[in-house]
């Protein structure tokens, strides 16, 4: 079945840009919709975006001046990109499959992205 | 965008209660409306998608109905292993967005 696994530096410093990616194992990406979610500690979870295998995107308002995403179906993995960081973006990342309206399954295991000098 | 309510935002029950959490939507989204459960330290798990599909190898005790702007997560007889938080997610139009979430602990 298809797996997913973010990875990335754990740490970065404010004002800088974080980055991610996410590895897809098991399957195709084509045809579905390739999803961030970030979930600060003890609190809720918060959509980022998606991206299409097409490389459409669709950003969350919130975050849109801020955030690129991109799709490397040769290398079967897709990037988060989050300029500008302060510690409100310090969170735990994850990265998820998605088609159109429909859910977000499967989910990576999630990374921990602390933003400090 | 479109808000998600969800309540009660935490509640203690004992092994064998029947469990009901409620989620309402700002506007209709028809029946685009997912239930996740999230144990600490871990990935949300889908459990209902479509408002009342219960996902493969999910417990039958899980149940989800509504449509339009209200829908229900009902666990029939809750078990040990649910104790956990549960987050409702519409995906009826970006951006995606969850409710803030219920942590159902032990009575």
């Known amino acids: 079945q298809v797996q997913l696994q973010e990875s990335g530096p754990g740490l970065v410093k404010p004002s800088e840009t974080l980055s991610l990616s996410c590895s897809v194992s098991?399957?195709?990406?084509?045809?579905?919709?390739w999803s961030w979610v970030r979930q600060p500690a003890g609190k809720g979870l918060e959509w980022i975006g998606h991206?299409?295998?097409?490389?459409?995107?669709n950003y969350n308002p919130s975050l849109k001046s801020r955030v690129s995403m991109s799709i490397d179906t040769s290398k079967n993995q897709f990037s988060l990109r989050l300029s500008s960081v302060t510690a409100a973006d310090t969170a735990i990342y994850f990265c998820?499959?998605?088609?159109?309206?429909?859910?977000?399954?499967?989910w990576g295991q999630g990374t921990l992205v602390i933003v400090s000098s | 965008d479109i808000q998600m309510t969800q309540s009660p935002s935490s509640l203690s029950a004992s092994v064998g209660d029947r469990v009901t959490i409620t989620c309402r939507a700002s506007?209709?989204?028809?029946?685009?409306l997912n239930w996740y459960q999230q144990k600490p330290g871990k990935a949300p798990r889908l459990l209902i998608f479509?408002?009342?599909s219960l996902q493969s190898g999910v417990p039958s005790r899980f149940s989800g109905s509504g449509s339009g702007t209200d829908f229900t997560l009902t666990i029939s007889s809750l078990q040990p292993e649910d104790y956990a938080t549960y987050y409702c997610?519409?995906?009826?139009?970006?951006?995606?967005?969850f409710g803030q979430g219920t942590k159902v602990d032990i009575k």
């Open positions: 998820a499959r998605e088609q159109w309206q429909a859910p977000l399954d499967p």
């Open positions: 098991g399957g195709s990406m084509n045809s579905y919709y």
């Open positions: 991206i299409f295998t097409t490389g459409k995107t």
């Open positions: 506007q209709s989204i028809s029946t685009h």
């Open positions: 479509l408002a009342s």
């Open positions: 997610q519409q995906s009826s139009s970006p951006p995606r967005t």
